[in-house]
Protein backbone atom coordinates (compact mmCIF):
# COMPACT_ATOMS: atom_id res chain seq x y z
CA UNK A 1 0.00 0.00 0.00
CA UNK A 2 1.50 3.69 -1.24
CA UNK A 3 1.05 5.55 1.53
CA UNK A 4 1.70 9.08 2.13
CA UNK A 5 3.97 11.68 3.96
CA UNK A 6 1.73 12.08 6.88
CA UNK A 7 3.44 15.68 7.64
CA UNK A 8 1.79 17.29 4.66
CA UNK A 9 -1.86 16.76 6.09
CA UNK A 10 -1.01 19.29 8.97
CA UNK A 11 0.15 22.10 6.56
CA UNK A 12 -2.57 24.75 6.32
CA UNK A 13 -5.00 24.26 2.95
CA UNK A 14 -3.01 26.28 0.57
CA UNK A 15 0.41 28.51 0.12
CA UNK A 16 -0.65 32.39 1.33
CA UNK A 17 0.36 33.53 -2.28
CA UNK A 18 -1.97 30.98 -3.80
CA UNK A 19 -4.80 31.48 -1.47
CA UNK A 20 -4.69 35.44 -2.06
CA UNK A 21 -4.49 34.92 -5.90
CA UNK A 22 -7.51 32.84 -5.84
CA UNK A 23 -9.55 35.03 -3.86
CA UNK A 24 -8.48 37.82 -6.09
CA UNK A 25 -9.51 36.04 -9.16
CA UNK A 26 -12.68 35.07 -7.54
CA UNK A 27 -13.41 38.69 -7.04
CA UNK A 28 -12.65 39.43 -10.39
CA UNK A 29 -14.99 37.28 -11.84
CA UNK A 30 -17.52 38.49 -9.78
CA UNK A 31 -16.59 42.02 -10.62
CA UNK A 32 -14.88 41.74 -14.05
CA UNK A 33 -15.45 45.81 -14.93
CA UNK A 34 -13.21 46.79 -11.65
CA UNK A 35 -9.73 47.74 -11.74
CA UNK A 36 -7.49 45.81 -9.88
CA UNK A 37 -3.95 47.25 -8.15
CA UNK A 38 -1.74 44.68 -7.14
CA UNK A 39 0.07 45.62 -3.97
CA UNK A 40 0.27 41.98 -2.77
CA UNK A 41 2.66 39.06 -4.12
CA UNK A 42 5.96 40.73 -4.19
CA UNK A 43 6.44 40.30 -7.80
CA UNK A 44 8.29 42.99 -9.84
CA UNK A 45 6.72 44.78 -12.47
CA UNK A 46 9.20 46.41 -14.85
CA UNK A 47 11.37 45.04 -17.24
CA UNK A 48 15.14 43.69 -16.82
CA UNK A 49 17.77 45.86 -17.23
CA UNK A 50 18.80 46.34 -21.11
CA UNK A 51 22.61 45.20 -19.97
CA UNK A 52 20.82 41.73 -18.87
CA UNK A 53 19.27 41.86 -22.13
CA UNK A 54 21.76 42.45 -24.24
CA UNK A 55 23.74 40.00 -22.39
CA UNK A 56 20.81 37.09 -22.10
CA UNK A 57 20.59 37.97 -26.19
CA UNK A 58 23.90 37.27 -26.93
CA UNK A 59 24.17 34.13 -25.07
CA UNK A 60 21.34 33.11 -26.69
CA UNK A 61 22.80 33.46 -30.22
CA UNK A 62 25.63 31.48 -28.69
CA UNK A 63 23.64 28.99 -28.49
CA UNK A 64 22.25 28.79 -32.07
CA UNK A 65 26.46 27.68 -33.72
CA UNK A 66 27.62 24.25 -32.76
CA UNK A 67 30.93 25.78 -31.44
CA UNK A 68 29.48 28.15 -28.93
CA UNK A 69 26.62 25.90 -28.10
CA UNK A 70 26.37 24.80 -24.08
CA UNK A 71 24.73 21.57 -22.95
CA UNK A 72 24.67 21.02 -19.40
CA UNK A 73 26.90 23.56 -16.90
CA UNK A 74 28.73 22.92 -13.92
CA UNK A 75 25.68 22.62 -11.37
CA UNK A 76 27.15 24.93 -9.18
CA UNK A 77 27.04 27.67 -11.97
CA UNK A 78 29.48 28.58 -14.49
CA UNK A 79 32.80 30.52 -13.28
CA UNK A 80 32.22 33.88 -14.65
CA UNK A 81 28.64 34.16 -12.66
CA UNK A 82 30.60 33.16 -9.44
CA UNK A 83 33.38 35.07 -9.74
CA UNK A 84 31.58 37.85 -10.44
CA UNK A 85 29.12 37.73 -7.47
CA UNK A 86 32.33 36.97 -4.72
CA UNK A 87 33.93 40.07 -5.97
CA UNK A 88 31.36 42.20 -6.42
CA UNK A 89 28.33 41.02 -3.45
CA UNK A 90 31.39 40.29 -1.32
CA UNK A 91 34.69 40.84 -1.48
CA UNK A 92 33.94 44.80 -2.50
CA UNK A 93 32.35 45.06 1.21
CA UNK A 94 35.05 43.69 3.08
CA UNK A 95 32.87 39.84 3.34
CA UNK A 96 35.65 37.24 2.58
CA UNK A 97 33.95 35.04 0.16
CA UNK A 98 35.62 32.85 -2.64
CA UNK A 99 33.74 31.95 -6.02
CA UNK A 100 33.49 28.22 -4.82
CA UNK A 101 31.57 29.00 -2.21
CA UNK A 102 28.57 29.95 -3.72
CA UNK A 103 25.96 27.91 -5.50
CA UNK A 104 23.97 29.58 -8.62
CA UNK A 105 20.05 28.35 -8.80
CA UNK A 106 16.76 28.57 -9.79
CA UNK A 107 15.24 30.94 -6.64
CA UNK A 108 16.02 31.45 -3.17
CA UNK A 109 12.63 29.80 -2.43
CA UNK A 110 14.01 26.84 -3.87
CA UNK A 111 17.21 27.05 -1.67
CA UNK A 112 15.68 28.44 1.61
CA UNK A 113 13.01 25.49 1.04
CA UNK A 114 15.74 22.63 0.47
CA UNK A 115 18.40 23.42 2.91
CA UNK A 116 16.47 22.19 5.64
CA UNK A 117 17.39 18.56 3.85
CA UNK A 118 20.55 18.38 4.80
CA UNK A 119 19.82 18.64 8.75
CA UNK A 120 18.65 15.96 11.32
CA UNK A 121 14.45 16.07 11.93
CA UNK A 122 15.33 16.62 15.46
CA UNK A 123 17.18 19.60 15.07
CA UNK A 124 15.04 22.80 17.28
CA UNK A 125 14.52 25.02 14.67
CA UNK A 126 13.25 28.72 15.56
CA UNK A 127 11.11 30.65 13.20
CA UNK A 128 10.99 34.50 13.30
CA UNK A 129 6.66 35.36 13.60
CA UNK A 130 5.53 36.93 11.45
CA UNK A 131 7.53 35.09 8.20
CA UNK A 132 8.40 34.11 4.88
CA UNK A 133 6.00 30.94 4.80
CA UNK A 134 8.42 28.57 2.86
CA UNK A 135 10.89 28.28 6.02
CA UNK A 136 8.24 27.31 8.06
CA UNK A 137 5.56 25.29 5.39
CA UNK A 138 9.31 22.99 4.80
CA UNK A 139 9.62 22.66 7.98
CA UNK A 140 6.64 21.28 8.80
CA UNK A 141 6.87 18.70 5.13
CA UNK A 142 9.83 17.61 6.74
CA UNK A 143 7.92 16.15 9.99
CA UNK A 144 9.96 18.75 12.55
CA UNK A 145 6.82 20.13 13.69
CA UNK A 146 3.63 18.79 15.83
CA UNK A 147 0.01 19.56 14.86
CA UNK A 148 -1.12 23.00 14.38
CA UNK A 149 -2.63 24.42 17.41
CA UNK A 150 -3.73 27.88 18.11
CA UNK A 151 -2.21 29.56 15.17
CA UNK A 152 1.08 27.88 15.90
CA UNK A 153 3.00 24.37 14.91
CA UNK A 154 3.88 22.78 18.14
CA UNK A 155 7.44 21.51 18.57
CA UNK A 156 8.91 25.20 17.11
CA UNK A 157 10.37 28.22 18.95
CA UNK A 158 8.32 31.26 17.49
CA UNK A 159 10.94 34.57 17.64
CA UNK A 160 8.04 37.24 17.90
CA UNK A 161 8.82 39.93 16.07
CA UNK A 162 6.81 42.78 17.32
CA UNK A 163 6.64 47.20 17.32
CA UNK A 164 7.48 46.35 20.82
CA UNK A 165 11.39 44.66 19.84
CA UNK A 166 11.31 46.91 16.47
CA UNK A 167 10.47 43.72 14.31
CA UNK A 168 13.74 42.47 14.87
CA UNK A 169 13.49 39.47 17.24
CA UNK A 170 15.03 38.83 20.47
CA UNK A 171 17.52 36.07 20.66
CA UNK A 172 15.56 32.51 21.66
CA UNK A 173 14.87 32.11 25.44
CA UNK A 174 15.68 28.12 24.66
CA UNK A 175 18.09 26.35 23.05
CA UNK A 176 17.41 25.93 19.19
CA UNK A 177 19.48 24.50 16.74
CA UNK A 178 18.47 26.48 13.25
CA UNK A 179 17.90 29.93 13.10
CA UNK A 180 16.20 31.03 10.23
CA UNK A 181 16.96 34.87 9.56
CA UNK A 182 15.35 37.49 6.72
CA UNK A 183 16.67 41.18 6.76
CA UNK A 184 15.63 43.39 5.12
CA UNK A 185 13.01 41.79 6.49
CA UNK A 186 9.76 40.23 4.34
CA UNK A 187 7.46 40.83 5.64
CA UNK A 188 7.56 43.53 7.78
CA UNK A 189 10.82 45.90 6.12
CA UNK A 190 12.46 46.43 9.23
CA UNK A 191 16.21 46.62 8.87
CA UNK A 192 19.27 44.87 11.42
CA UNK A 193 22.04 46.87 12.34
CA UNK A 194 25.41 45.14 12.26
CA UNK A 195 25.46 45.15 16.20
CA UNK A 196 22.37 42.99 16.47
CA UNK A 197 23.32 40.55 14.00
CA UNK A 198 26.95 40.17 15.69
CA UNK A 199 24.63 39.13 18.96
CA UNK A 200 22.89 36.38 16.43
CA UNK A 201 26.52 35.04 15.06
CA UNK A 202 27.43 35.24 18.68
CA UNK A 203 24.83 33.44 20.19
CA UNK A 204 25.13 30.42 16.94
CA UNK A 205 28.87 30.48 18.74
CA UNK A 206 27.75 29.76 22.11
CA UNK A 207 24.79 27.15 20.91
CA UNK A 208 26.41 25.06 18.50
CA UNK A 209 23.34 26.69 16.48
CA UNK A 210 23.28 27.87 12.84
CA UNK A 211 22.15 30.51 11.21
CA UNK A 212 20.12 30.71 7.94
CA UNK A 213 20.34 34.45 6.24
CA UNK A 214 18.34 35.42 3.71
CA UNK A 215 19.29 38.53 2.33
CA UNK A 216 17.21 38.13 -0.85
CA UNK A 217 16.00 42.42 -0.36
CA UNK A 218 19.61 43.90 0.56
CA UNK A 219 19.63 45.59 -2.46
CA UNK A 220 17.16 47.74 -0.72
CA UNK A 221 19.58 48.90 1.96
CA UNK A 222 20.33 52.78 0.92
CA UNK A 223 21.83 53.08 5.01
CA UNK A 224 25.46 52.69 4.71
CA UNK A 225 25.64 51.25 8.00
CA UNK A 226 23.48 48.26 7.32
CA UNK A 227 25.09 45.03 6.63
CA UNK A 228 23.99 43.38 3.54
CA UNK A 229 25.62 39.95 3.96
CA UNK A 230 25.46 38.06 7.31
CA UNK A 231 29.14 37.66 6.49
CA UNK A 232 30.21 41.13 6.95
CA UNK A 233 30.33 40.31 10.70
CA UNK A 234 33.27 38.89 12.42
CA UNK A 235 32.93 35.04 12.96
CA UNK A 236 30.26 34.52 10.58
CA UNK A 237 31.83 32.19 8.17
CA UNK A 238 31.24 29.26 10.71
CA UNK A 239 27.91 29.58 11.78
CA UNK A 240 25.78 31.20 8.66
CA UNK A 241 24.78 30.32 5.48
CA UNK A 242 23.26 32.83 3.19
CA UNK A 243 20.69 33.33 0.42
CA UNK A 244 20.83 35.77 -2.27
CA UNK A 245 18.19 36.45 -5.25
CA UNK A 246 18.71 38.34 -8.68
CA UNK A 247 14.43 38.28 -8.21
CA UNK A 248 14.28 41.73 -6.76
CA UNK A 249 17.45 43.86 -7.05
CA UNK A 250 17.08 43.18 -11.22
CA UNK A 251 13.72 42.24 -12.00
CA UNK A 252 14.40 37.82 -12.54
CA UNK A 253 11.18 36.88 -10.94
CA UNK A 254 10.25 35.72 -13.96
CA UNK A 255 13.73 34.71 -15.53
CA UNK A 256 14.85 32.78 -12.25
CA UNK A 257 18.20 32.92 -10.93
CA UNK A 258 19.00 33.06 -7.52
CA UNK A 259 22.14 31.76 -5.25
CA UNK A 260 23.24 30.28 -1.92
CA UNK A 261 26.89 31.00 -0.06
CA UNK A 262 28.29 28.28 2.24
CA UNK A 263 31.65 29.20 3.57
CA UNK A 264 33.96 26.16 3.07
CA UNK A 265 34.27 26.43 7.77
CA UNK A 266 30.73 26.52 7.36
CA UNK A 267 29.57 23.50 10.46
CA UNK A 268 26.82 21.25 11.97
CA UNK A 269 27.85 18.31 13.64
CA UNK A 270 27.02 14.60 13.35
CA UNK A 271 25.38 12.07 16.08
CA UNK A 272 28.82 11.52 17.66
CA UNK A 273 29.08 15.64 18.11
CA UNK A 274 32.05 15.77 15.30
CA UNK A 275 32.40 18.69 13.52
CA UNK A 276 30.63 18.05 9.41
CA UNK A 277 31.26 21.14 6.82
CA UNK A 278 28.22 22.04 5.28
CA UNK A 279 29.77 22.94 1.77
CA UNK A 280 30.68 19.65 0.64
CA UNK A 281 26.71 17.89 2.09
CA UNK A 282 25.22 21.39 -0.03
CA UNK A 283 27.38 20.11 -2.79
CA UNK A 284 26.45 16.50 -2.97
CA UNK A 285 22.84 17.54 -2.08
CA UNK A 286 22.89 19.99 -5.31
CA UNK A 287 24.70 18.06 -8.04
CA UNK A 288 22.25 14.82 -7.39
CA UNK A 289 18.82 17.08 -7.76
CA UNK A 290 19.59 19.71 -9.61
CA UNK A 291 21.60 20.75 -13.50
CA UNK A 292 22.13 23.92 -13.22
CA UNK A 293 20.82 27.47 -14.30
CA UNK A 294 20.48 28.19 -18.21
CA UNK A 295 23.48 29.49 -19.56
CA UNK A 296 21.86 32.85 -21.74
CA UNK A 297 20.31 33.25 -17.74
CA UNK A 298 23.69 33.27 -16.31
CA UNK A 299 24.65 35.70 -18.47
CA UNK A 300 22.00 38.10 -18.42
CA UNK A 301 22.70 37.47 -14.21
CA UNK A 302 26.42 38.28 -14.73
CA UNK A 303 25.36 41.23 -16.46
CA UNK A 304 24.38 42.74 -13.12
CA UNK A 305 27.97 43.58 -12.74
CA UNK A 306 28.93 44.99 -15.75
CA UNK A 307 29.14 49.35 -14.99
CA UNK A 308 25.98 49.37 -17.00
CA UNK A 309 24.16 46.91 -15.56
CA UNK A 310 25.17 48.28 -11.74
CA UNK A 311 23.51 51.63 -13.00
CA UNK A 312 20.52 50.12 -14.11
CA UNK A 313 20.03 47.99 -11.04
CA UNK A 314 20.38 50.67 -8.92
CA UNK A 315 18.22 52.81 -10.88
CA UNK A 316 15.43 49.91 -10.87
CA UNK A 317 15.18 49.66 -6.58
CA UNK A 318 15.33 53.46 -6.42
CA UNK A 319 11.86 53.57 -8.77
CA UNK A 320 10.54 50.89 -6.36
CA UNK A 321 11.83 52.69 -3.09
CA UNK A 322 10.55 55.87 -4.36
CA UNK A 323 7.01 53.89 -4.44
CA UNK A 324 7.85 52.99 -0.91
CA UNK A 325 8.43 56.39 0.41
CA UNK A 326 4.90 57.16 -1.13
CA UNK A 327 2.98 54.51 0.44
CA UNK A 328 4.89 54.94 3.74
CA UNK A 329 3.67 58.60 3.23
CA UNK A 330 0.03 58.88 2.72
CA UNK A 331 -0.14 55.56 5.51
CA UNK A 332 1.34 57.32 8.11
CA UNK A 333 -0.81 60.79 6.96
CA UNK A 334 -3.72 58.20 7.44
CA UNK A 335 -2.84 57.85 10.59
CA UNK A 336 -1.78 54.05 10.28
CA UNK A 337 1.74 53.29 12.41
CA UNK A 338 3.86 51.10 9.74
CA UNK A 339 7.55 50.17 9.43
CA UNK A 340 9.96 49.40 6.16
CA UNK A 341 9.96 50.76 3.15
CA UNK A 342 12.82 52.77 3.29
CA UNK A 343 15.82 49.97 3.38
CA UNK A 344 12.86 47.94 1.71
CA UNK A 345 10.18 47.45 -0.55
CA UNK A 346 7.63 46.32 2.02
CA UNK A 347 5.73 48.26 4.20
CA UNK A 348 4.17 46.67 7.30
CA UNK A 349 0.85 48.69 8.22
CA UNK A 350 -1.05 48.34 11.74
CA UNK A 351 -4.56 48.50 11.25
CA UNK A 352 -5.48 49.83 13.88
CA UNK A 353 -7.49 47.00 15.59
CA UNK A 354 -8.78 45.87 12.20
CA UNK A 355 -7.70 41.49 11.50
CA UNK A 356 -5.80 41.02 8.97
CA UNK A 357 -8.17 39.01 6.93
CA UNK A 358 -11.38 41.84 7.34
CA UNK A 359 -8.61 44.45 5.74
CA UNK A 360 -7.34 42.56 2.79
CA UNK A 361 -11.57 42.15 2.16
CA UNK A 362 -12.03 45.55 2.87
CA UNK A 363 -9.06 46.86 0.35
CA UNK A 364 -10.15 44.46 -2.20
CA UNK A 365 -13.74 45.45 -2.19
CA UNK A 366 -13.68 49.42 -1.46
CA UNK A 367 -10.24 50.00 -3.13
CA UNK A 368 -9.64 47.33 -5.74
CA UNK A 369 -5.91 47.10 -4.03
CA UNK A 370 -4.68 44.12 -2.94
CA UNK A 371 -2.45 43.97 -0.28
CA UNK A 372 -0.82 40.79 1.91
CA UNK A 373 -2.73 39.87 5.08
CA UNK A 374 -0.39 40.12 7.99
CA UNK A 375 -2.21 36.83 9.19
CA UNK A 376 -0.82 35.05 6.35
CA UNK A 377 2.53 35.37 7.78
CA UNK A 378 1.97 34.01 11.43
CA UNK A 379 0.11 34.84 14.50
CA UNK A 380 2.36 38.17 14.81
CA UNK A 381 1.07 39.27 11.46
CA UNK A 382 -2.49 39.17 12.77
CA UNK A 383 -4.07 43.10 13.06
CA UNK A 384 -1.59 43.98 10.22
CA UNK A 385 -1.53 44.01 6.16
CA UNK A 386 1.72 44.28 4.10
CA UNK A 387 1.65 46.40 1.07
CA UNK A 388 4.61 46.04 -1.51
CA UNK A 389 5.97 48.67 -3.42
CA UNK A 390 6.60 46.51 -6.86
CA UNK A 391 4.04 48.45 -9.39
CA UNK A 392 4.35 51.19 -11.30
CA UNK A 393 4.73 54.56 -9.23
CA UNK A 394 1.45 56.01 -11.09
CA UNK A 395 -0.18 52.62 -10.12
CA UNK A 396 0.92 53.05 -6.24
CA UNK A 397 -0.51 56.58 -6.61
CA UNK A 398 -3.49 55.71 -7.75
CA UNK A 399 -3.99 52.95 -4.91
CA UNK A 400 -3.12 55.16 -2.07
CA UNK A 401 -6.00 57.54 -3.44
CA UNK A 402 -8.50 55.04 -3.56
CA UNK A 403 -6.79 54.05 -0.14
CA UNK A 404 -7.52 56.95 1.30
CA UNK A 405 -11.51 57.12 -0.18
CA UNK A 406 -12.02 54.01 1.12
CA UNK A 407 -11.27 54.39 4.80
CA UNK A 408 -13.00 58.26 4.85
C1 LIG B 1 6.52 37.80 -1.18
O1 LIG B 1 5.60 38.44 -1.64
O2 LIG B 1 6.65 37.60 0.03
C2 LIG B 1 7.53 37.30 -2.14
O3 LIG B 1 7.14 37.51 -3.44
C3 LIG B 1 7.75 35.91 -1.97
C4 LIG B 1 8.78 35.37 -2.88
O4 LIG B 1 9.67 36.09 -3.35
O5 LIG B 1 8.70 34.18 -3.11
Known amino acids: ?51 CIEAFHQAVDEMAVETSFHGYGPEQGYAFLREAIAKNDFQARGADISADEIFVSDGAKCDTGNIQEIFATDVKVAIPDPVYPVYLDTNVMAGRTGIFN ?19 PDLPTEPVDLIYLCFPNNPTGSSITKEQLKKWVN ?67 DATGG ?16 NGVSYPIQKAAAAVYSEAGKVQTRELTDYYLTNAALIRKEITALGFDSVGGDNSPYIWIDGRGRDSWE ?25 YIRLSAFNSYQNVEKAMKRIKQALQ
Open 1 to 51: MITINEHYLKLQASYLFSDIAKRVAAFQKNNPDKDIIKLGIGDVTRALPPA
Open 150 to 168: DGRFQGLCYLDSTRENNFV
Open 203 to 269: YAHDNKALILFDAAYEAFIRDESLPKSIFEIDGAKEVAIEFRSFSKNAGFTGTRCAYTVIPKECRAF
Open 275 to 290: KQALHPLWNRRHCTKF
Open 359 to 383: FFDMLLNKAGVVCTPGAGFGKCGQG
